[in-house]
């Protein structure tokens, strides 16, 4: 179990530093959340799932899609990438 933990958490930290994206986090399914946030969205939502998907490919991670899209919310001063207008994907990471 301890081998387990171990794992996850370089694979954490492999992701942090390898993928090229805002923000990565997990949910509480233990999925990886993927964003990056934008101002002008000039069409790039397709793109962005595209290249995360390639750069774990690079990495010989197996995942699997689980959700992705685009959270468009009004400008605001200071909102975390969470809470501003961001693409997002979500993987389950093997």
Same mark, same amino acid.
């Given at each position: 179990?301890?081998?387990?933990?171990? $794992?996850? @958490? !370089?694979?954490?930290?492999?992701?942090?530093?390898?993928?090229?994206?805002?923000?990565? *986090? @997990?949910?509480? %399914?233990?999925?990886?959340?993927? =964003? =990056?946030?934008?101002?002008?969205?000039?069409?790039?939502?397709?793109?962005f799932y595209e290249s995360i998907? &390639? +750069?774990?490919? +690079? $990495?010989? !991670?197996?995942?699997? $899609?689980?959700?992705?899209?685009?959270? =468009?919310?009004?400008? @605001?001063?200071? %909102? *975390? &990438?969470?809470?501003?207008?961001?693409?997002?994907?979500?993987?389950? &990471? @093997?």
């Amino acid at each position: 179990m301890r081998e387990i933990k171990c $794992l996850r @958490k !370089l694979c954490w930290e492999f992701l942090k530093e390898n993928v090229c994206c805002d923000m990565i *986090s @997990k949910n509480k %399914a233990s999925n990886y959340v993927f =964003r =990056r946030s934008y101002f002008y969205r000039m069409g790039s939502e397709v793109s962005f799932y595209e290249s995360i998907k &390639i +750069q774990l490919e +690079q $990495l010989g !991670l197996s995942y699997e $899609l689980v959700d992705f899209g685009d959270h =468009r919310t009004p400008f @605001k001063g200071g %909102a *975390s &990438i969470a809470n501003g207008s961001h693409f997002y994907a979500t993987f389950n &990471i @093997k």
